[in-house]
């Protein structure tokens, strides 16, 4: 116990110090993200003395941050909803929280927190193998959920292997990670390149395209952001990539791996991003990175 206590203690703080090493990380919403780091469950907390999962991402612009943390419902929900009363998050959105867990009956839940310049946001997740329809019917009505939950008949990727959603004041977000169908690297790059086209989203940059095919590999996945009046991001995640396709990909967002993401990987203790997400917003392209904290 007293070496998981010490091995949990580790990863916590190595979050925090990364975050440390970005101007954003250092702004007054930034103390938020510790608050939030010090109220998420932790050894003692779960079954067989079991820790959360901490998962963070990066944009390669430095501008958006996101924490992320996970674990046994029956010791994650209580202290989730602790925190978001203490937060003040509106009762309207806890309550939808507590009936979308009644209704799922997840083994897993989550929980994220995001600085974005001075802004904050924080949000809950599902994860594991879950209906697409099921899930949709928490979406507003409209034609972005049509076409999702059309693409996803026409594709056959009826499961999503995630299902979030933000629970701050302002337009509520609907996040999905989708597992792309298809047998090979190529079937499952194409069929999610088409889904730019699919929502009506600008496609990828043409050079990002040449360098997925040129480097496709399988376990690709789709993440769509809904929000009330539509897409608001669609992101094509590629599983451990390597530094020279992270490198160039960064390079094509306007963004070099320049020494600040190099610390903060450095910081976080590990070697590589788990995924590297090509997005379109309404920013345009970007690029996020995603890690696992073991």
């Not at 970005?22 to 779960?46: H, R, Y």
């Not at 202290?79 to 209704?103: D, V, W, Y």
């Not at 839940?109 to 599902?126: H, P, S, Y």
């Not at 701050?168 to 990670?177: D, P, S, V, Y």
């Amino acid at each position: 116990m007293e070496t998981q206590i010490t091995v949990a203690v580790g990863k916590r703080l190595r979050l925090y110090l990364a975050s440390q090493t970005l101007p954003i990380g250092q702004s007054i919403a930034a103390n938020a993200l510790k608050e939030w780091l010090e109220a998420m469950p932790t050894v003692g907390d779960f079954a067989d003395d079991q820790d959360a999962k901490l998962q963070t991402s990066l944009t390669a612009d430095l501008q958006r941050l996101t924490w992320r943390s996970s674990g046994e419902t029956v010791g994650f929900f209580p202290k989730m909803q602790r925190f978001l009363a203490h937060r003040s998050i509106p009762n309207a959105a806890r309550t939808l929280l507590a009936q979308i867990g009644e209704q799922l009956q997840p083994a897993t839940v989550g929980m994220w927190i995001e600085l974005m310049q001075k802004n904050l946001d924080i949000g809950c997740f599902f994860p594991g193998s879950l209906l697409l329809k099921q899930v949709l019917a928490y979406a507003s009505v409209g034609e972005t959920r049509e076409t999702l939950q059309t693409w996803t008949n026409q594709t056959h990727c009826n499961h999503c292997t995630e299902f979030g959603l933000s629970l701050g004041a302002g337009n509520r977000i609907l996040t999905f990670l989708i597992p792309l169908s298809g047998s090979t690297a190529i079937e499952q790059l194409n069929l999610g390149l088409e889904a730019f086209s699919t929502f009506k989203s600008p496609a990828l940059p043409q050079q990002v395209t040449d360098l997925l095919i040129a480097n496709a590999k399988l376990g690709l996945l789709l993440s769509v952001w809904l929000g009330h009046a539509g897409l608001i991001k669609i992101g094509l995640l590629i599983p451990q990539p390597d530094t020279e396709l992270m490198l160039q990909l960064c390079s094509i967002s306007g963004k070099n791996y320049d020494q600040a993401l190099a610390k903060f990987e450095g910081s976080l203790g590990v070697q590589q991003p788990t995924y590297i997400e090509c997005q379109q917003m309404a920013t345009g392209f970007g690029v996020e990175l995603h890690y696992d904290i073991d």
